[in-house]
């Protein structure tokens, strides 16, 4: 079956430390790809995306995230963590570049001082 | 800019009567405006896709009588939980686009059915 997978629940993380987290898709062909952010009370923000082009991409709050066909990944980095990016975390795929997104389960990020 | 309000952001009714809850673009306006249903610890689910002016698009497994989707102005969708039933009870969240860009979320509706 067709699906974006997050195959992290929650991930706890030091501020000041450095943050990855996962993403793969089980799609054909290369999809668009999305990383937003969910904090409580707010919508859904979009962090980065990618279409095609350089595979590394860069995002707003310092994401960045990498796009590897080999391994049908796009996986989202931030080098330091701030407090602030404790948050829902979901990687979303455009299969059909027809503006309908399927979301991964989410991560959800702790941040310990 | 590109911002998407939803009201009300909770609601709390019986079972077997009808909720409606309100999707507004408020500073462009959108062609295109999708719903979803998020449930606890979970993923957001695409329930269906409306344009303004047409009828909207089911997604697979959807009830569209049990979901009704107005999307009468570029700016405003409503979805309507009809004879809802505490199975129903879930966090809706809708989304707006303008001639395909990227999707602007609504910071979501939860609704609890007794």
């Known amino acids: 079956a067709q699906s974006v997978t997050q195959p992290d629940i929650h991930i706890t993380v030091s501020e000041g430390a450095s943050l990855e987290l996962r993403c793969n898709y089980s799609y054909g062909a290369t999809p668009y790809l999305f990383w937003y952010v969910q904090s409580p009370g707010q919508g859904l923000q979009l962090l980065l995306k990618y279409f095609s082009g350089d595979t590394l991409v860069q995002g707003i709050k310092g994401f960045e995230a990498e796009f590897k066909r080999s391994q049908s990944s796009f996986n989202l980095r931030k080098p330091s963590v701030h407090w602030s990016d404790a948050a829902e975390y979901f990687c979303?795929?455009?299969?059909?570049?027809?503006?309908?997104?399927?979301f991964g389960a989410g991560t959800t990020v702790t941040v310990r001082a | 800019g590109a911002v998407v309000s939803q009201h009300p952001s909770w609601v709390i009714c019986k079972s077997g009567t009808s909720v409606k809850i309100e999707c507004r673009s408020l500073?462009?306006?959108?062609?295109?405006m999708f719903w979803y249903r998020q449930f606890p610890k979970q993923s957001l689910m695409l329930m269906a896709t409306?344009?303004?002016?047409?009828?909207?698009?089911?997604e697979q497994g959807v009830e569209k009588d049990k979901f009704l989707i107005n999307h009468a102005s570029l700016t405003l969708s409503t979805l309507t939980v009809t004879s809802a039933h505490p199975e129903d009870s879930s966090f809706y969240i809708c989304s707006a686009s303008l001639e395909g860009n990227e999707q602007f979320f609504g910071p979501g509706t939860r609704l609890t059915v007794l």
């Open positions: 409306s344009n303004e002016g047409s009828k909207a698009t089911y």
């Open positions: 979303a795929v455009d299969r059909s570049n027809d503006y309908k997104l399927s």
């Open positions: 500073d462009f306006q959108a062609t295109t």
